[in-house]
């Protein structure tokens, strides 16, 4: 399904969406939303990042986050970063579970296939980030398509329920987690909303390291001054697991970016 949804994007997209003057000021559009695009300089091909935002935001986070700038667009890494889907007034989301309007899976490769026409894109080297409803995408994307992925990093979300997938992307998938330990938006073992479940973090924790064959205790445990980490890597037959615990709540914190963007180049780099 989502090949061919990827595929009928792109035909209704043709030559006016390769032409359309889009940039950090104009969202792109294709069918099915839009999206934003940030160029680090030179000329490329430049890694990717994919970034979801949370509810009620938009791909233009990728202008504010002065995180994501410093310490992956000045490093060479394009910034894209997809709308969540709108329905009329209401907030642009990611439902990212089962019965959503769009899908949001296809609509991203539509979304990085239109981006790779513009602009100069290593797409062997795509990684996917997101925060709350956008870090929860980032784990439905790393369960339906982790084939075409690097890595993955998710911030305060986890995978939904109900959710049809097998998470079988997460073999091989460098994954990790960062959340706050006073998280009450999004707690460690998710809540209830009406039908629908925000997830366990346990719960996707484990099938992370089930599908990457790690051992279940961690093979590290280290405490600073803001995060508590607890990692599975040399325990494991695939890629390595990671879990950063700072002591705030449902929010971005500091210095996030660059302890992701190490533990995603670490793992690449051993792979």
Not at 60 to 80: C, K, T
Not at 107 to 126: C, G, K, P, Q, Y
Not at 258 to 267: K, P, S, Y
Request: hydrophobic share 35%; proline share 6%.
């Amino acid at each position: 399904m989502i090949r061919s949804l990827l595929t009928s994007l792109l035909i209704c997209t043709g030559l006016p969406g390769m032409a359309q003057d889009c940039g950090p000021d104009t969202p792109c559009e294709i069918e099915g939303g839009l999206y934003h695009l940030r160029l680090p300089d030179g000329e490329g091909p430049h890694p990717v990042l994919i970034w979801y935002h949370g509810h009620r935001g938009n791909g233009a986070s990728i202008h504010r986050g002065g995180g994501l700038q410093r310490d992956f667009l000045e490093q060479g890494y394009a910034l894209l970063a997809p709308n969540g889907y709108q329905s009329g007034d209401g907030p642009r989301s990611y439902p990212a579970r089962a019965g959503a309007p769009r899908d949001d899976v296809a609509f991203t490769f539509a979304v990085l296939e239109d981006a790779s026409l513009r602009a100069n894109l290593d797409l062997d080297r795509v990684y996917a980030a997101g925060f709350s409803a956008g870090g929860s995408m980032a784990w439905l994307l790393a369960c339906e398509a982790g084939d075409r992925l690097k890595g993955m990093v998710s911030v305060a979300g986890a995978l939904r329920r109900p959710n049809p997938t097998d998470c079988a992307g997460l073999q091989g998938l460098p994954v990790m987690q960062v959340h706050g330990f006073a998280d009450a938006q999004v707690p460690f073992e998710g809540r209830g909303i009406g039908a629908w479940h925000q997830g366990s973090l346990w719960e996707i924790l484990d099938r992370a390291r089930d599908a990457n064959g790690c051992r279940s205790n961690p093979d590290d445990i280290t405490i600073s001054d803001q995060y508590r980490t607890r990692v599975w890597d040399v325990s494991c037959i695939g890629a390595p697991v990671r879990l950063d615990v700072h002591d705030g709540g449902h929010g971005l914190p500091q210095g996030w970016t660059a302890r992701a963007r190490e533990f995603l180049e670490g793992a690449a780099a051993s792979n």
